[in-house]
């Protein structure tokens, strides 16, 4: 079985249902929380944003420093500027893995915080983590939408406020 084709065919699905969300993200709420210890909304968005240009990052780099300072999320103050920043990281990833072979799966890719490693993947399985941080993330601003009473698009199927049954 080649995997590549699954997941870019993931990739683009996620993208799909990510765009979804994104574009009803609300004027007005970029600070919002639910919690003290939550990450406010824009910041929540703009890092799901960005994990759409991991697969990318993953497949050109060997590792993630977060010591060495390179790494500096981005900083995002409107909606334009969101899915601007997930249009560009989607089409990097997607452009990434369309010019890659099964063979650059294989290859290994880690994050660590200067001596201290956090984790160790193969590159598949640094894009699979990527895959699912953002589900886990656009879970999360589900979230935050559902206490701003802001009605929820499908993601795997229909939302309790898109039921057709």
Known sequence: METLPNLRNELKQEYETTKKFLSLFPDGKNDFAPHE???????LATHLAEIFGWPHFMMTTDN????????????????????????????KSITTLNS????DLEGSWSMSMGDELI????????????LNQITHHRAQLGVYYRL???PLPGSYGPSADHETF
């Open 119 to 130: 984790a160790k993947f193969s590159k598949y399985e640094a894009i699979r983590h990527a």
């Open 37 to 43: 210890k939550s990450m406010k909304m824009m910041p």
């Open 64 to 91: 993630l420093d977060f010591a060495s300072g390179d790494y500096k999320p981005a900083v995002l103050t409107d909606k334009a500027g969101l899915e601007q920043l997930f249009e560009t990281e989607y089409e």
């Open 100 to 103: 890659m072979d099964e063979e």
């Open 148 to 150: 701003l009473e802001i």
